[in-house]
T-cell receptor
Framework: GAVVSQHPSWVICKSGTSVKIECRSL??????MFWYRQFPKQSLMLMAT?????????EQGVEKDKFLINHASLTLSTLTVTSAHPEDSSFYIC?????????????FGQGTRLTVV | RKEVEQDPGPFNVPEGATVAFNCTYS??????FFWYRQDCRKEPKLLMS???SGNEDGRFTAQLNRASQYISLLIRDSKLSDSATYLC????????????FGRGTSLIVHP
């Protein structure tokens, strides 16, 4: 099946620094990528949707200047957490799908566990 | 009302039991439905799609009821390895057909 590679799988950073998370679709063109965040014992919450070559659409309550998303190619999207704070510590997961179809599966990256100290 | 609702559980069942989960969705324009499985600290993985006619894959059966706006997942002959969180995912029309997740239902299968 299709593979989505997310990197890094875990990162620990100091408060105030920025962290970049990469999400790559390895064998299909991901016209649409989604970024989710999951706090312990909570559901996956959509942060933003990005379409290749256009600006990301952020969900209400998600600061676009803090969570920078770049989807410059059909196989790569990045999420940069700028000036990270301890409350940003969470499990971040990207998802990619071939947006040309409606009934298509969403494939997930392995997730990135971010800990801000 | 949340877009996709699930009973978080946990459902604690013995091996060999049959267990069923329901998931309700609020958007009547929802187009596609899936059940994903998520193990602790891992990414969700597709378990099965849910079709209007219902579908079965081994011990797993999924049903869709559009009139009542819910989907169900039935697991027969539960195995220890079935212990996980089961996520209901609904994709609605419009925009990029964004997958919306339920909170997940936790299943614990014990010996």
């Amino acid at each position: 099946g299709a593979v989505v590679s997310q990197h890094p799988s875990w990162v620990i950073c100091k408060s105030g620094t920025s962290v970049k998370i990469e999400c790559r679709s390895l064998d299909f063109q991901a016209t649409t990528m989604f970024w989710y965040r999951q706090f312990p014992k909570q559901s996956l919450m959509l942060m933003a949707t990005s379409n290749e070559g256009s600006k990301a659409t952020y969900e209400q309550g998600v600061e676009k200047d803090k969570f920078l998303i770049n989807h410059a190619s059909l196989t790569l999207s990045t999420l940069t957490v700028t000036s990270a704070h301890p409350e940003d510590s969470s499990f971040y997961i990207c998802s990619a799908r071939d947006g040309r179809g409606v009934d298509t599966e969403a494939f997930f990256g392995q997730g990135t566990r971010l800990t801000v100290v | 009302r949340k877009e996709v609702e699930q009973d978080p559980g946990p459902f604690n069942v013995p091996e060999g039991a049959t267990v069923a989960f329901n998931c309700t969705y609020s958007n009547s324009a929802s187009q596609s439905f899936f059940w994903y499985r998520q193990d602790c600290r891992k990414e969700p993985k597709l378990l099965m799609s849910v079709y209007s006619s219902g579908n079965e894959d081994g011990r797993f059966t999924a049903q869709l009821n559009r009139a009542s706006q819910y989907i169900s997942l039935l697991i027969r002959d539960s195995k220890l390895s079935d212990s996980a969180t089961y996520l209901c995912v609904v994709t609605a029309r419009g925009g990029s057909y964004i997958p919306t997740f339920g909170r997940g239902t936790s299943l614990i299968v014990h010996p």
